[in-house]
């Protein structure tokens, strides 16, 4: 199970997260003035599709990749809203896994103990990248730390539930 981010730059260029580390000075530069970081948000688990959440990226990391996991672990179904267009997504824990359903995207069972640690490691390289970007940026700073307010919460169902993390926190 793997979960990655891309971020859009303009409507011909998107950069997923190793792209981001060699960004051209006018490339970051021009990230750095964004309000916000529409993109997509990839959920790829072998054998089954990819789920691809196109929409702004800083509601889905809070909403997906941190607040969804103490829902999930506690075997509570969660509906996330998107952003900027109409629709849901619905996530339906049931033992072991979890069912993704809902607009723009196929209907998809994935494995919850390596789906949770893989959302919530996705939303801390969300985080890092971003406020090395947005650095100086106070007013998207303080949005920033509102998100990484979920993040808590997240790791403790996370260790609760004892699951492994996929990196150091």
């Known amino acids: 199970m793997y979960v990655y981010f891309k971020v ?12 981001l580390t060699v960004l051209t000075n006018a490339q970051l530069s021009a990230l750095s003035k964004k309000k916000a970081f529409d993109g997509i948000l990839i959920l790829a688990h072998e054998g089954s599709p990819d789920i691809q959440i196109c929409d702004e990226l800083e509601p889905w990391v809070q909403n997906l990749c941190f607040d969804s996991i103490p829902t999930m672990l506690a075997d509570q179904p969660h509906e996330i809203l998107y952003f900027s267009r109409p629709g849901f997504i619905q996530l339906e824990p049931k033992g072991e896994s979890v069912r993704f359903s809902g607009d723009l995207i196929p209907t998809v069972q994935l ?3 390596s789906l949770a640690p893989a959302l919530y490691d996705c939303g801390n390289r969300f985080l890092k990248w971003v406020s090395k ?3 100086g ?3 998207y700073l303080s949005n920033l730390n509102y998100i990484a307010e979920y993040r808590q919460p997240a790791l403790n169902a996370l260790k609760g539930a004892d699951i492994a993390l996929p990196s150091a926190d």
């Not at 859009?8 to 792209?19: M, R, S």
Request: aromatic share 14%; no cysteine; glycine share 0%.
């Open 137 to 139: 940026d106070d007013s």
């Open 111 to 113: 494995p919850i103990l």
């Open 8 to 19: 859009e730059l303009d409507q011909y260029h998107q950069f997923n997260e190793f792209d």
């Open 133 to 135: 970007v947005k650095e």
